[in-house]
DNA sequence: ACCTGAACACCGTTCAAGT
DNA sequence: ACCTGAACACCGTTCAAGT
């Protein structure tokens, strides 16, 4: 193995390896002599494919976003609100697949083909139901930051890999300090079911809104 | 000045002057080793003050959160919806105030004493209205979702200090591909007006399920 | 065009030692 | 208890050089 034009790899397998190692060892491992380590490459190679670690990040970011079936959701063959539920699900899914993958999103501009391809299917949808368009728009954003929102909570409510037990919040809370908390905890809520429930929610909300304007 | 109990600074310092260092050049530059030197300090003593480089980021989550003024949403002089209009516009702006302070929420457990009572307030609000138990629980995950994802979103459609042009989606997007996205941004949508709007959009919702249950 | 090897300026964290 | 200095095992990125 000396240097030359080998072209053994893709940018593709390149985004394939970081994922590898993002759900194997976290988001703090995905580096760029890590990644090239894994594919027995040097990491200046590294930058033949990519410009810098942000571009393979913000690579991933649109991978992700690729494997959403946009097409299913502009068929009309069912309502626009079972289809929307399919493709909030979907990329709520996807984003809990590996383990930081909300912070890739948080951390950088969201402005790729196919993340502008699904706003711009969010709005067609809202705007098929007689939406008008600066309605739609909102309605888009808002279902976008319901998503991520929700799956931003998820991984911080999860037990997380960071935490020791240690830095974790000490016994200083003598009685129960948050009793509704708790309570609510006691009820064993369903995270899915919950999603579901807040999304309806959310376009009960909207229906409201365009039955009765302003 | 030679080695010895100094106790010159406290955790409160060193969480302010890292989010000094934050707004000035950004999450990336957040390091223990910068925070020590801004403080005059060595980066071993931070050792001192906090157990990790995450113990540090844990408390600014926790500092930011503290600043929200949980007793004016707890105060029934007003109602509810208009108190949770305003301490969710008060959370946003926090979290809009220091760029990346959002990285900072989805990067590690959100469960410090003021995310609890944060979360605590929210179901007590829901339930003073009315609202079933397991429903306020739901209410209070959604609408801390909803501004997470908001404020996530909000960096994400920023300019964003890390896109140099060189990184940015080429041209090889010929015709307008996102018509109605172009269409909804020609008509200047505010993001404060829009947050407000799809709160409510969320909040009608939640009445239209309390009326109407299951 | 694709790759290597050396180098630069950084990281978080540990450890022994000083006061 | 609070701090220093040296050290370990890492980073992202650049640059000259090889094929």
Not at 183 to 207: P, Q
Request: aromatic share 6%; proline share 6%.
């Amino acid at each position: 193995m000396k240097p030359g034009p080998r072209r053994s790899i893709s940018q593709a397998d390149i985004v394939d390896s970081a994922f590898e190692i993002l759900e194997q060892k976290g988001f703090a491992a995905v580096s760029v002599r890590g990644v090239a380590a894994a594919l027995g490459l040097t990491p200046t190679a590294m930058y033949t494919y990519f410009p810098s670690k942000n571009a393979l990040l913000r690579a991933m970011v649109e991978q992700v976003l690729s494997t959403l079936d946009l097409d299913a959701a502009r068929h009309s063959g069912t309502p626009w609100r079972d289809r929307l539920h399919a493709l909030a699900a979907e990329l709520r899914a996807r984003l809990a697949e590996h383990t930081g993958a909300i912070v890739l999103v948080t951390s950088g501009p969201l402005d790729g083909p196919h993340a502008r391809a699904l706003g711009e299917t969010l709005i067609a949808g809202f705007t098929s139901e007689r939406m008008p368009l600066a309605d739609a728009a909102r309605a888009a954003h808002a279902v976008r930051a319901h998503v991520l929102g929700a799956a931003a909570l998820d991984v911080a409510e999860r037990p997380g890999e960071a935490s020791v037990a240690a830095e974790r919040t000490p016994l200083w809370t003598e009685a129960t300090a948050y009793p509704l908390t708790e309570a609510a905890e006691a009820l064993g809520a369903d995270d899915d079911a919950g999603f579901a429930w807040a999304l309806d929610r959310l376009l009960d909300g909207f229906a409201t809104a365009t039955a009765a304007p302003h």
